[in-house]
């Protein structure tokens, strides 16, 4: 493959691009901002984002999206869960019909609770083209060749093993997973554990309470996973049990610091305006939320937080709605004993 558009040149996007530049493609990378694509082209560094990265001459740096698509053999998206479908639209008019997309944001869409894939589905049509990627991959290492492993979840096998292949090196490992659904659910009901998890940090509770709410956190995620026909054991690999622990317990995780902020008396608009970054979890546990109400499954941590984060709720009130909670069995919801 010769030329890769890589849409969004935030921290993902930038690493990224360094490790498909450094296999020797072509990377044209869409900035929304002119000055981070001339700052990119200018020093090979991005003035923003993951500024310590030299980004190899293969890539070249764009905001014009149209500029940045053209001649693609395939797309990589990386912009915030709220913008895929505005940016998918701005992408519609230069894309070929079977050239094949993958999106590596992770989320829920608000209102209509489409999975990103989805999203990019009732855009560009041609669902056989799309993947979607997920796993443990905090940016930060994966731009400094620190070994890590992903999984691609796509709906024609072919189109995995042509991401597979487009991003496999010796240090990033990439496996495939035909459970899109498990894997794209994973990776947005995971960063609101995370937030969840974050909150522990903050206000000071040990192991035992961060290791409770990650396990009970992965039991709330495969119980809407299993109501939405996704395979429970993805969420036993990469995408599911993987990506939670590397989000609920690194410091590069911006879900866990953002609960780590509002555990210690912060609030969500002060989190954005001091880290100028999206924390996907402050999104996904409304849409993961109300995914469940659809569903009709109980998924009392996302409940929480969502409460915490946007309806006053306090953190001695969340804790004392879920440490008050009815006696349950452990694997309740699963489909594996008498609920």
């Known amino acids: 493959m010769s030329k890769v558009a890589v849409i969004g040149a935030g921290s993902w996007g ?13 990377v044209s990378l869409w900035a929304r901002e002119p000055e981070i694509a001339e700052g990119i082209n200018t020093t090979r560094h991005n003035p923003q984002f993951m500024t310590d990265v030299v980004l190899p001459p293969s890539v070249f740096s764009t905001h014009e999206i149209g500029l940045a698509l053209e001649g693609a053999e395939a797309v990589v998206m990386v912009t915030p869960s ?17 050239v094949p997309v993958i999106i590596l944001s992770k989320g829920v869409e608000n209102v209509t609770l489409m999975l990103m894939t989805e999203v990019l589905e009732d855009v560009l049509g041609n669902r056989g083209r799309l993947a979607g990627l997920s796993g443990p991959n905090h940016a930060e290492e994966v ?5 890590s492993a992903t999984v691609v979840a796509a709906y ?21 997973n035909p459970d899109v659904v ?42 809407l996973g299993h109501a939405m026909g996704a395979n429970p054991l993805t969420y036993m690999g990469l995408a599911g049990v993987g ?3 590397a989000t609920c317990t690194s410091r590069n995780s911006r879900n866990r610091a953002l609960g780590e902020f509002m555990g210690r008396g912060g609030t969500l608009d002060g989190f954005r305006a001091q880290t100028n970054m999206v924390a996907e979890g402050a999104f996904a546990c409304i849409a993961v939320e109300e995914l469940g109400k659809r569903l009709g499954i109980e998924l009392p941590i996302t409940r929480q ?35």
């Open 14 to 26: 930038t690493s990224v691009s360094w490790l498909l530049g450094g296999k020797g493609h072509e």
């Open 82 to 98: 709220v913008g895929v479908r505005t940016t998918a639209e701005a992408m519609k008019p230069f894309l070929g019909e079977d």
């Open 156 to 176: 024609d096998d072919r189109v995995g093993r042509v991401f597979q292949d487009l991003f496999m090196t010796r240090f990033f490992r990439v496996y495939t």
């Open 305 to 339: 937080v969502r409460a915490v984060l946007y309806e006053g709720s306090s953190l001695a009130d969340g804790e004392d709605a879920l440490l008050g909670r009815a006696a349950r069995d452990e694997l309740h919801g699963l489909g594996l004993v008498d609920d």
């Open 182 to 223: 498990g894997v794209e659910l994973c990776g947005a009901s995971k960063n609101v554990i995370a937030v969840g998890a974050g909150m522990c940090d903050g206000v000071g509770y040990g192991d035992n309470t961060k290791a409770t709410l990650m396990t009970r956190g992965l039991a709330e995620m495969s119980r």
């Open 243 to 245: 990506d939670l622990i």
């Open 143 to 147: 731009g400094k060749g620190i070994p």
